[in-house]
């Protein structure tokens, strides 16, 4: 069992920057893949970011490469998104979550109850 814990959300003007945090309690974080999504009003969940348990693999979306980082510090049991030149289309409840298995875009079994990113024009 996995607990996720996010932080980090907030207003921001467009072209900022914000850095989202992920901390998960429980047994062997480390051994997890880990995921963030988003979903914004109206819109169904999308996939945003994964990173292997060891944060040697890593991929991002289409929508926010060059823009979005993804990483982890296991010693700290957290995980990361890396925000910059927001855009008002990144305005969404940005979720975390914890896969046992390979992870990617569609393989999770943990979740946190997300954090709200509101980009201002």
């Known amino acids: 069992q996995v607990q996720l814990v996010e932080s980090g959300g907030g207003l921001v003007q467009a072209g900022g920057s914000l850095r989202l945090s992920c901390a998960a309690s429980?047994?062997?974080?480390?051994?997890?893949?880990m995921g963030w999504f988003r979903q914004a009003p109206g819109k169904e969940r999308e996939f945003v970011a994964t990173?292997?348990?060891?944060?040697?693999?890593?991929y991002v979306a289409d929508s926010v490469k060059g823009r979005f980082t993804i990483s982890r510090d296991n010693a700290k049991n957290t995980v990361y998104l890396q925000m910059s030149s927001l855009k008002p289309e990144d305005t969404a409840v940005y979720y975390c979550a914890a896969s046992a298995g390979v992870g990617g875009t569609l393989d999770y079994d943990y979740w946190g109850q997300g954090t709200q990113v509101t980009v201002s024009s």
């Open positions: 990173i292997s348990w060891s944060g040697g693999i890593s």
């Open positions: 429980g047994r062997s974080f480390s051994s997890y893949a």
